[in-house]
Protein backbone atom coordinates (compact mmCIF):
# COMPACT_ATOMS: atom_id res chain seq x y z
CA UNK A 1 0.00 0.00 0.00
CA UNK A 2 1.47 3.36 -0.84
CA UNK A 3 0.97 6.59 1.32
CA UNK A 4 -1.77 7.38 -0.16
CA UNK A 5 -3.97 4.90 -0.15
CA UNK A 6 -3.30 4.49 3.82
CA UNK A 7 -3.88 8.11 4.32
CA UNK A 8 -7.59 7.81 2.52
CA UNK A 9 -8.23 4.82 4.57
CA UNK A 10 -6.98 6.62 8.05
CA UNK A 11 -9.11 9.46 7.32
CA UNK A 12 -12.12 7.05 6.44
CA UNK A 13 -11.17 5.31 9.80
CA UNK A 14 -11.07 8.87 11.71
CA UNK A 15 -14.17 10.40 10.02
CA UNK A 16 -15.65 7.64 10.90
CA UNK A 17 -16.04 8.43 14.57
CA UNK A 18 -17.65 11.90 13.68
CA UNK A 19 -19.96 9.75 11.76
CA UNK A 20 -20.86 7.37 14.48
CA UNK A 21 -21.48 10.32 16.66
CA UNK A 22 -23.80 11.49 14.38
CA UNK A 23 -25.67 8.38 13.91
CA UNK A 24 -26.12 7.93 17.70
CA UNK A 25 -27.99 11.66 17.94
CA UNK A 26 -30.34 10.68 14.72
CA UNK A 27 -30.97 7.29 16.63
CA UNK A 28 -32.83 9.58 19.04
CA UNK A 29 -34.25 11.94 16.79
CA UNK A 30 -31.80 14.65 16.96
CA UNK A 31 -29.82 15.97 14.56
CA UNK A 32 -27.05 17.85 15.33
CA UNK A 33 -25.33 19.93 12.93
CA UNK A 34 -22.04 20.36 16.04
CA UNK A 35 -20.58 16.93 16.28
CA UNK A 36 -17.60 19.08 15.11
CA UNK A 37 -17.03 20.74 17.80
CA UNK A 38 -16.47 17.69 20.18
CA UNK A 39 -14.16 16.20 17.11
CA UNK A 40 -11.93 19.58 17.80
CA UNK A 41 -11.96 19.74 21.33
CA UNK A 42 -11.15 16.05 21.83
CA UNK A 43 -7.78 17.02 19.46
CA UNK A 44 -7.02 20.03 21.14
CA UNK A 45 -7.10 18.33 24.09
CA UNK A 46 -5.20 15.34 23.42
CA UNK A 47 -2.61 17.35 21.71
CA UNK A 48 -2.20 19.43 24.75
CA UNK A 49 -1.78 16.71 26.61
CA UNK A 50 0.68 14.56 24.64
CA UNK A 51 2.94 17.74 23.22
CA UNK A 52 2.83 19.96 25.89
CA UNK A 53 2.54 17.44 28.91
CA UNK A 54 4.32 15.15 27.09
CA UNK A 55 2.34 12.15 28.01
CA UNK A 56 1.70 8.84 26.48
CA UNK A 57 -0.91 9.24 23.57
CA UNK A 58 -3.34 6.73 25.18
CA UNK A 59 -3.53 9.27 27.91
CA UNK A 60 -4.26 12.27 25.43
CA UNK A 61 -7.17 10.00 23.87
CA UNK A 62 -8.53 9.35 27.20
CA UNK A 63 -8.43 12.92 28.41
CA UNK A 64 -9.65 14.22 24.48
CA UNK A 65 -12.27 11.52 25.19
CA UNK A 66 -13.21 12.31 28.77
CA UNK A 67 -13.37 16.03 28.00
CA UNK A 68 -15.14 16.01 24.51
CA UNK A 69 -18.09 13.44 26.93
CA UNK A 70 -18.14 15.95 29.54
CA UNK A 71 -19.07 19.26 27.21
CA UNK A 72 -21.33 17.12 25.46
CA UNK A 73 -23.36 16.32 27.96
CA UNK A 74 -23.60 19.78 29.20
CA UNK A 75 -24.67 21.30 26.48
CA UNK A 76 -27.11 18.19 26.25
CA UNK A 77 -28.60 19.17 29.30
CA UNK A 78 -28.44 22.81 28.47
CA UNK A 79 -30.75 21.60 24.84
CA UNK A 80 -32.80 18.97 26.93
CA UNK A 81 -35.91 21.24 26.27
CA UNK A 82 -35.38 22.23 22.42
CA UNK A 83 -36.55 20.27 19.61
CA UNK A 84 -36.07 19.96 15.90
CA UNK A 85 -35.16 22.72 13.94
CA UNK A 86 -34.43 24.32 17.94
CA UNK A 87 -31.91 22.02 18.61
CA UNK A 88 -30.13 21.90 15.52
CA UNK A 89 -29.57 25.50 15.54
CA UNK A 90 -28.37 25.04 19.19
CA UNK A 91 -26.13 22.64 18.38
CA UNK A 92 -24.58 24.80 14.93
CA UNK A 93 -24.24 27.76 17.11
CA UNK A 94 -22.73 25.74 19.99
CA UNK A 95 -19.91 24.43 17.66
CA UNK A 96 -18.97 27.93 16.06
CA UNK A 97 -18.71 29.38 19.41
CA UNK A 98 -15.93 26.40 20.08
CA UNK A 99 -13.95 27.18 16.74
CA UNK A 100 -14.49 31.40 17.58
CA UNK A 101 -12.94 29.75 21.17
CA UNK A 102 -10.23 28.21 19.88
CA UNK A 103 -9.48 30.92 17.01
CA UNK A 104 -8.38 33.43 20.40
CA UNK A 105 -7.05 30.29 22.52
CA UNK A 106 -3.36 31.32 22.40
CA UNK A 107 -1.89 28.97 25.28
CA UNK A 108 1.80 28.17 24.71
CA UNK A 109 4.50 26.17 26.60
CA UNK A 110 8.31 25.63 25.83
CA UNK A 111 9.14 21.96 25.09
CA UNK A 112 12.54 21.93 24.05
CA UNK A 113 13.24 25.22 23.19
CA UNK A 114 10.63 25.01 21.33
CA UNK A 115 6.91 26.94 21.88
CA UNK A 116 4.28 24.18 21.29
CA UNK A 117 0.52 24.73 21.92
CA UNK A 118 -2.59 26.09 20.32
CA UNK A 119 -1.83 29.85 18.82
CA UNK A 120 -5.28 31.46 17.83
CA UNK A 121 -5.48 31.22 14.06
CA UNK A 122 -2.29 30.05 13.41
CA UNK A 123 -3.87 26.49 15.14
CA UNK A 124 -1.59 24.13 17.05
CA UNK A 125 1.42 22.88 15.71
CA UNK A 126 3.88 20.34 16.62
CA UNK A 127 2.00 17.03 18.13
CA UNK A 128 4.56 14.94 16.95
CA UNK A 129 4.29 12.30 19.54
CA UNK A 130 4.00 9.76 16.27
CA UNK A 131 6.67 10.90 14.69
CA UNK A 132 9.33 10.93 17.63
CA UNK A 133 8.53 7.27 18.61
CA UNK A 134 8.70 6.48 14.92
CA UNK A 135 5.61 5.06 14.15
CA UNK A 136 4.70 4.07 10.78
CA UNK A 137 1.66 5.31 8.97
CA UNK A 138 0.43 1.44 8.72
CA UNK A 139 1.01 1.21 12.38
CA UNK A 140 -1.17 4.12 12.90
CA UNK A 141 -3.75 3.13 10.48
CA UNK A 142 -4.02 -0.27 13.05
CA UNK A 143 -4.31 1.92 16.02
CA UNK A 144 -7.38 3.84 14.54
CA UNK A 145 -8.83 0.99 13.19
CA UNK A 146 -8.27 -0.73 16.83
CA UNK A 147 -9.99 2.09 18.27
CA UNK A 148 -12.88 2.32 15.90
CA UNK A 149 -13.65 -1.44 15.87
CA UNK A 150 -14.08 -1.44 19.91
CA UNK A 151 -16.11 1.76 19.41
CA UNK A 152 -18.09 -0.28 16.65
CA UNK A 153 -18.49 -3.27 18.71
CA UNK A 154 -19.74 -1.01 22.01
CA UNK A 155 -22.27 0.47 19.65
CA UNK A 156 -23.42 -3.20 18.17
CA UNK A 157 -23.92 -4.36 21.52
CA UNK A 158 -25.35 -1.43 22.72
CA UNK A 159 -28.18 -1.57 19.92
CA UNK A 160 -28.86 -5.22 20.66
CA UNK A 161 -29.76 -4.42 24.37
CA UNK A 162 -32.40 -1.88 26.32
CA UNK A 163 -30.15 0.90 26.41
CA UNK A 164 -30.60 0.80 22.55
CA UNK A 165 -34.16 0.14 22.40
CA UNK A 166 -34.27 3.59 24.32
CA UNK A 167 -32.30 5.28 21.79
CA UNK A 168 -34.32 4.38 19.08
CA UNK A 169 -37.65 4.74 21.19
CA UNK A 170 -36.70 7.99 21.80
CA UNK A 171 -36.37 8.98 18.28
CA UNK A 172 -39.22 7.21 17.53
CA UNK A 173 -41.78 9.20 19.60
CA UNK A 174 -40.09 10.19 23.01
CA UNK A 175 -43.33 11.66 24.40
CA UNK A 176 -44.69 7.90 24.17
CA UNK A 177 -41.09 6.69 25.70
CA UNK A 178 -41.89 8.81 28.60
CA UNK A 179 -45.38 7.14 28.68
CA UNK A 180 -43.51 3.68 29.18
CA UNK A 181 -41.26 4.93 32.09
CA UNK A 182 -38.14 6.28 30.26
CA UNK A 183 -36.64 8.70 31.90
CA UNK A 184 -36.30 10.57 28.49
CA UNK A 185 -34.18 13.27 30.55
CA UNK A 186 -31.39 11.01 31.58
CA UNK A 187 -31.05 9.22 28.54
CA UNK A 188 -31.08 12.19 26.21
CA UNK A 189 -28.08 13.34 28.15
CA UNK A 190 -26.43 9.87 28.29
CA UNK A 191 -26.69 10.19 24.81
CA UNK A 192 -25.35 13.33 24.11
CA UNK A 193 -22.34 12.47 26.39
CA UNK A 194 -21.91 9.04 24.44
CA UNK A 195 -21.35 10.63 21.10
CA UNK A 196 -19.24 13.12 22.88
CA UNK A 197 -16.69 10.66 23.66
CA UNK A 198 -16.90 9.36 20.39
CA UNK A 199 -16.50 12.49 18.20
CA UNK A 200 -13.49 13.25 20.94
CA UNK A 201 -11.47 9.72 20.03
CA UNK A 202 -11.87 10.63 16.29
CA UNK A 203 -10.45 14.10 17.34
CA UNK A 204 -7.21 13.08 19.69
CA UNK A 205 -6.56 10.20 16.35
CA UNK A 206 -6.72 13.14 14.19
CA UNK A 207 -4.79 15.55 16.06
CA UNK A 208 -1.59 13.06 15.94
CA UNK A 209 -2.37 12.15 12.39
CA UNK A 210 -2.10 15.24 10.77
CA UNK A 211 0.68 16.82 13.86
CA UNK A 212 -1.28 19.71 13.41
CA UNK A 213 -4.77 21.18 13.70
CA UNK A 214 -6.44 24.70 13.63
CA UNK A 215 -9.88 25.96 13.97
CA UNK A 216 -10.96 26.04 10.55
CA UNK A 217 -11.03 22.51 10.27
CA UNK A 218 -13.65 21.76 12.73
CA UNK A 219 -16.40 24.40 10.49
CA UNK A 220 -19.71 23.37 10.27
CA UNK A 221 -18.40 21.07 6.99
CA UNK A 222 -17.71 18.52 9.09
CA UNK A 223 -20.58 18.76 11.01
CA UNK A 224 -22.82 18.17 7.74
CA UNK A 225 -20.96 15.58 6.66
CA UNK A 226 -21.03 13.51 9.78
CA UNK A 227 -24.89 13.53 9.66
CA UNK A 228 -24.80 12.95 6.05
CA UNK A 229 -22.89 9.55 6.52
CA UNK A 230 -25.59 8.21 8.74
CA UNK A 231 -28.69 9.70 6.52
CA UNK A 232 -26.70 7.73 3.35
CA UNK A 233 -25.20 5.14 4.74
CA UNK A 234 -28.52 4.21 7.08
CA UNK A 235 -30.10 4.15 10.69
CA UNK A 236 -30.60 0.35 10.95
CA UNK A 237 -27.11 -0.34 12.22
CA UNK A 238 -24.04 1.48 13.08
CA UNK A 239 -22.63 0.18 9.67
CA UNK A 240 -24.72 2.31 8.43
CA UNK A 241 -22.43 5.75 8.37
CA UNK A 242 -19.10 3.60 8.12
CA UNK A 243 -20.86 3.13 4.66
CA UNK A 244 -21.60 6.30 4.22
CA UNK A 245 -18.30 7.42 5.05
CA UNK A 246 -16.82 4.80 2.49
CA UNK A 247 -18.76 5.83 -0.28
CA UNK A 248 -17.56 10.04 0.30
CA UNK A 249 -14.28 9.61 1.71
CA UNK A 250 -12.94 6.47 0.30
CA UNK A 251 -14.95 6.31 -3.81
CA UNK A 252 -15.37 10.02 -4.18
CA UNK A 253 -12.24 11.05 -3.23
CA UNK A 254 -10.66 8.25 -5.09
CA UNK A 255 -12.63 8.64 -8.19
CA UNK A 256 -10.22 12.00 -9.57
CA UNK A 257 -12.21 12.91 -12.51
CA UNK A 258 -14.96 14.48 -10.67
CA UNK A 259 -12.60 16.30 -8.31
CA UNK A 260 -13.90 20.03 -8.02
CA UNK A 261 -17.65 18.43 -8.77
CA UNK A 262 -17.61 16.30 -5.47
CA UNK A 263 -19.07 18.70 -3.57
CA UNK A 264 -21.89 18.61 -6.14
CA UNK A 265 -21.98 14.77 -6.73
CA UNK A 266 -22.16 14.71 -3.18
CA UNK A 267 -25.09 16.75 -2.25
CA UNK A 268 -26.97 15.46 -5.14
CA UNK A 269 -26.44 11.66 -3.59
CA UNK A 270 -27.99 12.88 0.33
CA UNK A 271 -30.65 14.66 -1.84
CA UNK A 272 -31.70 11.60 -4.27
CA UNK A 273 -31.07 9.36 -0.79
CA UNK A 274 -33.38 11.40 1.27
CA UNK A 275 -36.70 11.82 -1.19
CA UNK A 276 -36.12 7.65 -1.68
CA UNK A 277 -34.90 6.10 1.13
CA UNK A 278 -35.44 8.71 4.38
CA UNK A 279 -33.67 7.03 6.75
CA UNK A 280 -30.42 5.88 4.28
CA UNK A 281 -29.22 2.72 2.72
CA UNK A 282 -29.29 -0.23 5.75
CA UNK A 283 -32.67 1.09 7.36
CA UNK A 284 -34.46 -1.32 9.46
CA UNK A 285 -36.58 -2.62 7.30
CA UNK A 286 -33.29 -3.42 5.19
CA UNK A 287 -31.34 -4.73 8.45
CA UNK A 288 -34.16 -6.80 9.17
CA UNK A 289 -34.01 -8.68 6.08
CA UNK A 290 -30.61 -9.31 6.26
CA UNK A 291 -30.42 -10.62 9.51
CA UNK A 292 -33.12 -13.05 8.62
CA UNK A 293 -31.52 -13.72 5.29
CA UNK A 294 -28.36 -14.47 7.53
CA UNK A 295 -30.60 -15.81 10.15
CA UNK A 296 -31.64 -18.89 7.31
CA UNK A 297 -28.58 -19.25 5.61
CA UNK A 298 -26.74 -20.50 9.32
CA UNK A 299 -29.73 -22.19 10.11
CA UNK A 300 -29.63 -24.46 6.81
CA UNK A 301 -25.89 -24.87 7.08
CA UNK A 302 -26.82 -26.46 10.79
CA UNK A 303 -29.40 -28.63 9.24
CA UNK A 304 -27.20 -29.97 6.75
CA UNK A 305 -24.57 -31.01 9.35
CA UNK B 1 -57.35 2.87 44.02
CA UNK B 2 -57.04 6.61 42.13
CA UNK B 3 -58.96 9.46 43.01
CA UNK B 4 -59.53 12.62 41.06
CA UNK B 5 -60.78 15.91 42.77
CA UNK B 6 -61.18 18.91 41.28
CA UNK B 7 -59.54 18.62 37.73
CA UNK B 8 -59.00 21.93 35.99
CA UNK B 9 -57.24 21.73 32.90
CA UNK B 10 -56.93 24.60 30.74
CA UNK B 11 -54.72 25.19 26.96
CA UNK B 12 -53.68 28.59 26.44
CA UNK B 13 -56.81 30.45 28.67
CA UNK B 14 -59.50 27.59 26.94
CA UNK B 15 -60.74 25.31 29.64
CA UNK B 16 -60.84 21.91 28.56
CA UNK B 17 -61.92 20.42 31.70
CA UNK B 18 -63.56 21.93 34.27
CA UNK B 19 -63.35 20.39 37.94
CA UNK B 20 -63.92 17.32 36.99
CA UNK B 21 -63.85 14.30 40.16
CA UNK B 22 -64.15 10.82 39.93
CA UNK B 23 -62.47 7.79 41.78
CA UNK B 24 -61.78 4.06 40.40
CA UNK B 25 -61.12 1.60 43.28
CA UNK B 26 -59.21 -2.00 42.82
CA UNK B 27 -60.65 -4.61 40.39
CA UNK B 28 -62.97 -1.92 38.37
CA UNK B 29 -63.66 -1.12 35.34
CA UNK B 30 -64.31 2.48 35.06
CA UNK B 31 -65.19 4.08 31.96
CA UNK B 32 -65.27 7.91 30.60
CA UNK B 33 -67.56 8.39 27.66
CA UNK B 34 -68.29 11.67 26.11
CA UNK B 35 -67.95 13.25 22.33
CA UNK B 36 -64.59 14.56 20.85
CA UNK B 37 -63.43 17.59 22.56
CA UNK B 38 -64.75 17.03 25.49
CA UNK B 39 -61.77 16.90 27.14
CA UNK B 40 -61.65 12.59 28.16
CA UNK B 41 -57.55 12.48 26.75
CA UNK B 42 -57.01 15.97 28.69
CA UNK B 43 -58.13 13.74 31.89
CA UNK B 44 -55.81 10.52 31.15
CA UNK B 45 -53.02 13.02 30.22
CA UNK B 46 -53.21 14.22 33.55
CA UNK B 47 -53.30 11.27 35.43
CA UNK B 48 -50.45 9.67 33.21
CA UNK B 49 -48.34 12.78 34.07
CA UNK B 50 -47.82 14.38 30.29
CA UNK B 51 -49.23 17.58 31.33
CA UNK B 52 -49.85 18.79 34.82
CA UNK B 53 -53.19 19.74 35.70
CA UNK B 54 -54.12 23.34 36.70
CA UNK B 55 -55.98 23.10 39.61
CA UNK B 56 -56.96 20.02 41.50
CA UNK B 57 -55.70 16.97 43.19
CA UNK B 58 -54.82 13.29 41.80
CA UNK B 59 -54.28 10.71 44.53
CA UNK B 60 -52.81 7.09 43.74
CA UNK B 61 -53.68 4.94 47.02
CA UNK B 62 -53.84 8.18 49.00
CA UNK B 63 -50.53 10.04 47.79
CA UNK B 64 -50.58 12.59 45.34
CA UNK B 65 -49.40 11.82 42.05
CA UNK B 66 -50.53 15.11 40.28
CA UNK B 67 -47.10 16.66 38.80
CA UNK B 68 -44.96 14.04 38.87
CA UNK B 69 -43.20 13.55 35.66
CA UNK B 70 -44.68 10.72 33.45
CA UNK B 71 -41.94 7.88 34.04
CA UNK B 72 -42.33 8.68 37.74
CA UNK B 73 -45.96 7.97 37.58
CA UNK B 74 -45.49 4.33 35.54
CA UNK B 75 -42.66 3.38 37.99
CA UNK B 76 -45.81 3.31 40.45
CA UNK B 77 -48.40 1.09 38.21
CA UNK B 78 -49.97 3.35 36.31
CA UNK B 79 -49.64 2.60 32.87
CA UNK B 80 -51.45 4.85 29.37
CA UNK B 81 -52.25 2.71 26.07
CA UNK B 82 -52.69 6.26 23.71
CA UNK B 83 -54.85 6.99 21.48
CA UNK B 84 -52.87 6.74 17.92
CA UNK B 85 -49.59 7.44 18.56
CA UNK B 86 -49.17 3.55 19.63
CA UNK B 87 -45.67 2.33 18.87
CA UNK B 88 -42.30 2.34 18.18
CA UNK B 89 -42.19 2.13 14.35
CA UNK B 90 -38.46 1.65 14.05
CA UNK B 91 -38.38 -1.17 16.97
CA UNK B 92 -39.14 -4.58 16.41
CA UNK B 93 -42.34 -6.17 17.66
CA UNK B 94 -40.65 -7.88 20.56
CA UNK B 95 -38.42 -4.66 21.56
CA UNK B 96 -41.99 -2.92 21.92
CA UNK B 97 -42.78 -5.60 24.37
CA UNK B 98 -39.31 -5.39 25.89
CA UNK B 99 -39.96 -1.81 26.60
CA UNK B 100 -43.15 -2.55 28.73
CA UNK B 101 -41.00 -5.32 30.53
CA UNK B 102 -38.23 -2.86 30.91
CA UNK B 103 -40.80 -1.49 33.64
CA UNK B 104 -40.87 -4.36 35.95
CA UNK B 105 -36.83 -4.63 35.90
CA UNK B 106 -36.44 -6.83 33.13
CA UNK B 107 -35.41 -6.77 29.60
CA UNK B 108 -36.17 -10.26 27.94
CA UNK B 109 -39.55 -11.50 27.68
CA UNK B 110 -39.66 -14.29 29.91
CA UNK B 111 -41.77 -17.52 28.54
CA UNK B 112 -44.50 -16.61 30.70
CA UNK B 113 -44.90 -13.78 29.19
CA UNK B 114 -44.26 -15.49 25.70
CA UNK B 115 -46.99 -17.84 26.37
CA UNK B 116 -49.26 -15.39 27.61
CA UNK B 117 -48.47 -13.02 24.83
CA UNK B 118 -49.33 -16.17 22.41
CA UNK B 119 -52.81 -16.75 24.39
CA UNK B 120 -53.66 -13.23 24.43
CA UNK B 121 -52.14 -12.00 20.80
CA UNK B 122 -51.82 -14.65 18.88
CA UNK B 123 -51.22 -12.44 15.78
CA UNK B 124 -48.51 -10.65 17.84
CA UNK B 125 -47.12 -14.49 18.40
CA UNK B 126 -45.89 -14.65 15.09
CA UNK B 127 -44.73 -11.55 13.96
CA UNK B 128 -42.22 -10.52 16.82
CA UNK B 129 -38.80 -10.29 14.95
CA UNK B 130 -41.01 -7.86 12.54
CA UNK B 131 -40.33 -3.69 12.62
CA UNK B 132 -43.76 -2.79 14.29
CA UNK B 133 -44.25 -0.29 11.45
CA UNK B 134 -45.12 -3.28 9.20
CA UNK B 135 -47.90 -4.16 11.32
CA UNK B 136 -51.71 -3.62 10.39
CA UNK B 137 -53.62 -0.96 12.46
CA UNK B 138 -55.33 -3.21 14.34
CA UNK B 139 -52.39 -5.44 15.19
CA UNK B 140 -50.27 -1.76 16.48
CA UNK B 141 -53.48 -1.41 18.53
CA UNK B 142 -53.30 -4.80 19.92
CA UNK B 143 -49.04 -4.31 20.34
CA UNK B 144 -49.45 -1.39 22.03
CA UNK B 145 -51.73 -2.89 24.50
CA UNK B 146 -49.74 -6.10 24.83
CA UNK B 147 -47.02 -3.75 25.45
CA UNK B 148 -48.68 -1.71 28.45
CA UNK B 149 -49.73 -5.14 30.16
CA UNK B 150 -46.33 -6.29 30.08
CA UNK B 151 -45.27 -3.80 32.44
CA UNK B 152 -47.55 -5.42 34.65
CA UNK B 153 -49.51 -2.43 35.59
CA UNK B 154 -51.71 -2.03 38.51
CA UNK B 155 -54.46 0.63 36.85
CA UNK B 156 -54.02 0.82 32.52
CA UNK B 157 -55.31 4.16 31.08
CA UNK B 158 -56.84 3.20 27.74
CA UNK B 159 -57.52 6.50 25.82
CA UNK B 160 -60.07 4.94 22.85
CA UNK B 161 -58.85 1.59 22.24
CA UNK B 162 -61.56 0.79 19.28
CA UNK B 163 -60.13 3.48 17.38
CA UNK B 164 -59.91 2.46 13.52
CA UNK B 165 -60.19 -0.95 14.47
CA UNK B 166 -62.94 -3.05 12.66
CA UNK B 167 -66.63 -4.21 14.56
CA UNK B 168 -64.83 -7.41 14.79
CA UNK B 169 -61.51 -6.23 16.36
CA UNK B 170 -62.82 -3.82 18.49
CA UNK B 171 -65.29 -6.73 20.04
CA UNK B 172 -61.96 -8.45 20.29
CA UNK B 173 -60.11 -6.23 22.45
CA UNK B 174 -63.24 -5.39 24.82
CA UNK B 175 -63.29 -8.94 25.69
CA UNK B 176 -59.59 -8.98 26.12
CA UNK B 177 -60.18 -5.98 28.51
CA UNK B 178 -62.79 -7.71 30.02
CA UNK B 179 -60.97 -11.08 30.69
CA UNK B 180 -57.69 -8.66 32.24
CA UNK B 181 -60.21 -7.37 34.36
CA UNK B 182 -61.23 -10.83 35.49
CA UNK B 183 -57.57 -11.21 36.27
CA UNK B 184 -57.76 -8.54 38.71
CA UNK B 185 -56.43 -5.39 36.28
CA UNK B 186 -57.86 -1.98 36.93
CA UNK B 187 -59.03 0.11 33.88
CA UNK B 188 -59.92 3.37 33.03
CA UNK B 189 -61.24 3.64 29.60
CA UNK B 190 -62.02 6.64 27.46
CA UNK B 191 -64.18 5.78 24.35
CA UNK B 192 -66.73 7.19 22.33
CA UNK B 193 -68.49 3.79 21.39
CA UNK B 194 -70.58 4.03 23.75
CA UNK B 195 -73.10 1.07 24.10
CA UNK B 196 -70.01 -1.39 23.65
CA UNK B 197 -68.32 0.78 26.59
CA UNK B 198 -70.68 1.01 28.73
CA UNK B 199 -71.72 -2.96 27.98
CA UNK B 200 -67.74 -3.71 29.55
CA UNK B 201 -67.41 -1.53 32.47
CA UNK B 202 -68.89 -1.56 36.00
CA UNK B 203 -69.13 2.18 36.38
CA UNK B 204 -69.39 5.14 33.82
CA UNK B 205 -68.66 9.19 33.84
CA UNK B 206 -70.33 11.02 30.56
CA UNK B 207 -68.38 13.92 29.59
CA UNK B 208 -69.29 16.75 28.07
CA UNK B 209 -67.56 20.12 27.36
CA UNK B 210 -64.82 19.52 30.40
CA UNK B 211 -67.81 18.91 32.99
CA UNK B 212 -69.29 15.38 34.83
CA UNK B 213 -72.71 15.41 33.44
CA UNK B 214 -73.72 12.17 34.50
CA UNK B 215 -72.40 9.34 36.45
CA UNK B 216 -73.75 6.00 37.54
CA UNK B 217 -73.48 2.45 37.55
CA UNK B 218 -72.55 1.86 33.62
CA UNK B 219 -75.70 -0.47 33.41
CA UNK B 220 -78.09 2.10 34.97
CA UNK B 221 -76.28 5.01 32.19
CA UNK B 222 -77.30 2.21 29.69
CA UNK B 223 -81.01 2.69 30.68
CA UNK B 224 -80.74 6.29 31.48
CA UNK B 225 -83.42 8.50 29.14
CA UNK B 226 -81.47 11.68 29.66
CA UNK B 227 -78.20 9.79 27.75
CA UNK B 228 -80.03 7.95 25.13
CA UNK B 229 -81.52 11.28 24.04
CA UNK B 230 -78.85 13.70 24.17
CA UNK B 231 -75.80 11.77 23.24
CA UNK B 232 -76.62 7.79 22.77
CA UNK B 233 -79.59 8.44 20.46
CA UNK B 234 -76.77 9.80 18.11
CA UNK B 235 -74.06 7.61 18.72
CA UNK B 236 -75.49 4.25 18.27
CA UNK B 237 -78.53 4.72 16.16
CA UNK B 238 -81.93 5.91 17.43
CA UNK B 239 -85.29 4.17 15.90
CA UNK B 240 -85.32 4.63 12.46
CA UNK B 241 -88.74 7.09 11.98
CA UNK B 242 -86.24 9.26 14.41
CA UNK B 243 -83.58 9.53 11.84
CA UNK B 244 -84.37 12.37 10.01
CA UNK B 245 -84.92 11.92 5.76
CA UNK B 246 -82.25 12.49 3.20
Redesign the interface.
Known amino acids: MDDYVITVLSNIGMISFIALSAYLLLLTGEISFGQQAYFGLGAYAAGAVTAMLLLPIWAGILVGACLAGLVAMVVGALTLRLSGLYFSISTLAFAEMVRLILLIVHVQVEVEGEMVGPAGAEGFHGIRWMFERDLSLVQFMLLIYGLLALVLIVLLLMER ?2 LG ?2 F ?2 L ?3 D ?10 VRYRILAAGVAGVIAGIGGALYAHFTTYVEPQFFNVMLGVHALAYGLIGG ?1 GTAFGPLIGVAIDVGFLEAVRFIQGYRMIVFGGLVAVLLVFMP ?1 GLLD ?2 RV ?1 WL ?2 LFARRSHARSQRR | MLDVRGLHISYGGVRAVQGVSLEVSTGEIVSIIGPNGAGKTSILNAIAGIRPPDRGEILLDGRAIGGLPAHAVVARGVMQVPEGRLIFGTLSVEENLRVGAHQRGGFILRSRDRSGLRRLFPALADKLDRPAASLSGGEAQMLALARGLESEPRLLLLDEPSLGLSPKLTEEVFELIRRLRDRGLTVLLVEQNVRQTLALADRGYVLESGRITLHGAAAELLSDERLVSSYLGVSVGAPSHRVPNR
Open positions: SRSVRMGSDLLAEMQGVDTLREEHRT
